[in-house]
């Protein structure tokens, strides 16, 4: 337990597993309150109840608004304030990836990732900033990925997606530094996590030889970038896209 967080009130959007999972413990282990935003109730439930069985202590809880219908996302947000007093930190982090090629790739899926990992950054943060604005500072961390420098060579919206994730990053923080609202985001390499999981072995493997440290990342790893920008260990950092991916060069 540290107190870099104390007395502050987060939430991280995709905080059921993976990489969301290890930010929502890593800011509990900080002293912030949490609270984990899932997709469903169940799930978010799931979370809540294993978070509160590792850690007793830890003050957490749980929503599930659409991430994508900004009226939901601010009544949820709202509620949070109401709840516990403030809205310090947002991690946006929740996202989906997609590996199929230009000529298979469907329509509707291209709007599903565009929607979730763009659309719905830009409806959390507009939530957040205003009770960010109204109370005088805040920090959003927005989950990038070492694709949104030069793309992939197959699924070409993910990277998209990424590279709107660092153009949103980057003009948020000219437009509300005014209001001490911080707003970085955090670039990984392959992580390893769910997302990966579903990967080829033979799509994996050469990734993981290119790498010059030698390995993917743990959640851990992510989560602790997470951590430092949401701190005022970073109190002048804004706008900067950090990447968590060691030493890659894609
Ligand atoms: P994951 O699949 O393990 O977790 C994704 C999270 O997003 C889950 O909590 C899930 O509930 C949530 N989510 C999915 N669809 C949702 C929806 N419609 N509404 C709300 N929440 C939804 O993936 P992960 O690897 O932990 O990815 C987390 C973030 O990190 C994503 O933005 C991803 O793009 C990014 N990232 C991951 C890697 C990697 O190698 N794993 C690399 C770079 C970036």
Redo the contacts with the bound molecule.
């Keep these: 337990m540290n107190n870099l967080l104390k007395g502050k009130v987060a939430v991280v959007?995709?905080?059921?597993?993976?990489?969301?999972y290890a930010i929502v413990k890593k800011y509990l282990e900080a002293g912030a309150i949490t609270v984990l935003c899932?997709?469903r109730e169940e799930?978010a439930m799931k979370a809540l109840e294993k978070i509160k069985a590792e850690m007793p202590e830890a003050q957490v809880d749980a929503i599930w608004p659409n991430?994508s219908d900004r009226s939901e996302v601010s009544a949820a947000f709202e509620g949070i304030k109401e709840k516990y007093g403030s809205l310090d930190i947002l991690a946006n982090?929740?996202?989906?990836?997609q590996n199929t090629p230009l000529f298979d790739y469907k329509d509707e899926d291209f709007d599903k990732i565009l929607n979730?990992?763009i659309k719905a950054l830009y409806a959390c943060s507009r939530a957040a900033a205003q009770i960010m604005k109204e109370q005088g500072g805040g920090v959003i961390i927005n989950?990038s990925?070492?694709v949104s420098f030069n793309g992939q060579g197959t699924g070409c919206g993910y990277p998209t997606s990424k590279f709107a994730v660092n153009g949103l990053t980057k003009s948020l923080s000219r437009e509300l530094g005014p209001y001490k609202i911080r707003v970085n985001a955090v670039a990984?390499?392959?992580?390893r996590?769910?997302?990966?999981a579903v990967l080829p072995d033979e799509m994996i493997q050469p990734i993981i030889k290119n790498i010059p440290m030698g390995r993917m990342a743990e959640p851990e790893d992510i989560a602790n970038a997470f951590l430092f920008l949401a701190s005022d260990l970073a109190s002048y950092i804004s706008g900067a896209i950090l990447p968590v991916a060691g030493a890659v060069v894609i």
């Design positions: 959007t995709g905080g059921t597993r993976g990489i969301g899932g997709s799930t991430l982090n929740a996202g989906i990836s979730l990992n989950t990925s070492i990984p390499g392959v992580t996590t769910d997302m990966v």
